[in-house]
T-cell receptor
């Protein structure tokens, strides 16, 4: 498919576990964004990459959140020592000319 | 980025025209107005973007008055499948400004038979 894909689609973690969420952007898209969406709320910006460079990580809620995009394509959002408040949908988007294309998201549930 | 205000929810019926208005009093000169649609369990999807006056595509129309302090998304002849959350956003558009998107809470549109 030509769209943004994310995996896994659903993840259940016990409190304190580490998780890794993957994003495959549209081929050739330079810019990649991560957002967090709590239930009933709009998505909130987490971090932004241009190629492999992380240009903005102002939205990461704590130092337990870490994102990388080592080869400028696939990106991974890692959350260490998950807490219940981390439960949310994590959305990835890649940028075309003037439009961000979003993936379906990963729904993380922390028990 | 400019803050937007839009109704929390709206209801309508199949076949009706639906207009969702968004206020953005602090819009900057180089800001564009963009609307996204989000279905449950999916990521947001771009609907339409404009700078001034009127923009129309195969899905919707966007009306922007001269002062640009508000905008109206118009969905003609809605169907049940238009039930979704609609987000109004303002910010710099174009490839040169890969800026983060500031979403609000959106408008939850419910279409009834």
């Amino acid at each position: 498919g030509a769209g943004v894909s994310q995996s896994p689609r659903y993840k259940v973690a016990k409190r304190g576990q580490d998780v890794a969420l993957r994003c495959d952007p549209i081929s050739g898209h330079v810019s990649l964004f991560w957002y967090q969406q709590a239930l009933g709320q709009g998505p909130e910006f987490l971090t932004y990459f241009q190629n492999e460079a992380q240009l903005d990580k102002s939205g990461l809620p704590s130092d337990r959140f870490f994102a990388e995009r080592p080869e400028g394509s696939v990106s991974t959002l890692k959350i260490q020592r998950t807490q219940q408040e981390d439960s949310a949908v994590y959305l990835c988007a890649s940028l075309g000319y003037d439009e961000q294309f979003f993936g379906p998201g990963t729904r993380l549930t922390v028990l | 980025l400019a803050k937007t205000t839009q109704p929390i929810s709206m209801d309508s019926y199949e076949g009706q025209e639906v207009n969702i208005t968004c206020s953005h009093n602090n819009i900057a000169t180089n800001d564009y107005i963009t609307w996204y649609q989000q279905f449950p369990s999916q990521g947001p999807r771009f609907i339409i973007q404009g700078y001034k006056t009127k923009v129309t595509n195969e899905v919707a129309s966007l009306f922007i008055p001269a002062d640009r302090k508000s905008s109206t998304l118009s969905l003609p002849r809605v169907s049940l499948s238009d039930t979704a959350v609609y987000y109004c956003l303002v910010g710099a558009g174009g490839y040169s400004s890969a800026s983060k998107i500031i979403f609000g809470s959106g408008t939850r549109l419910s279409i009834r038979p």
